[in-house]
């Protein structure tokens, strides 16, 4: 069974940056395309950011494009979230997982989810 541990999450103000970072591990594999989602309150989970398993290729939702970017060690199973210009509408509790290859922005999950990090961007 994969496990997740994402970290980095806290609290933020606006137009300020955080860097969440994913530890991957579990079965033997080949280190996927992998995304982070997020998941608000009262809303559902959404896939944000994702990159290719050669880690050459990214993709992102509009609401972060130019202000978030993702990236991916293949040595040490890790994905990263570098957030910058935050705004009040990105709190949210992030998670990272497994993304279908051909579509970075379709969810293709383990089955499993970490415990997820919460970012709190106020004022």
């Known amino acids: 069974q994969v496990q997740l541990v994402e970290s980095g999450g806290g609290l933020v103000q606006p137009g300020g940056s955080l860097r969440l970072s994913c530890a991957v591990s579990?079965?033997?594999?080949?280190?996927?395309?992998m995304g982070w989602y997020r998941q608000a309150p009262g809303k559902q989970r959404e896939l944000i950011a994702g990159?290719?398993?050669?880690?050459?290729?990214?993709d992102y939702a509009d609401s972060v494009k130019g202000r978030f970017t993702i990236s991916k060690d293949n040595a040490k199973n890790t994905v990263d979230l570098q957030m910058n210009s935050l705004k009040v509408e990105d709190t949210a509790v992030y998670y990272c997982?497994?993304?279908?290859?051909?579509?970075?922005?379709?969810?293709?999950?383990?089955?499993?989810w970490g415990q997820g990090t919460q970012v709190t961007v106020s004022s």
């Open positions: 579990g079965s033997t594999f080949s280190f996927p395309a």
């Open positions: 997982n497994r993304v279908r290859g051909a579509s970075l922005l379709v969810p293709n999950d383990f089955g499993s």
């Open positions: 990159i290719s398993a050669s880690g050459r290729t990214t």
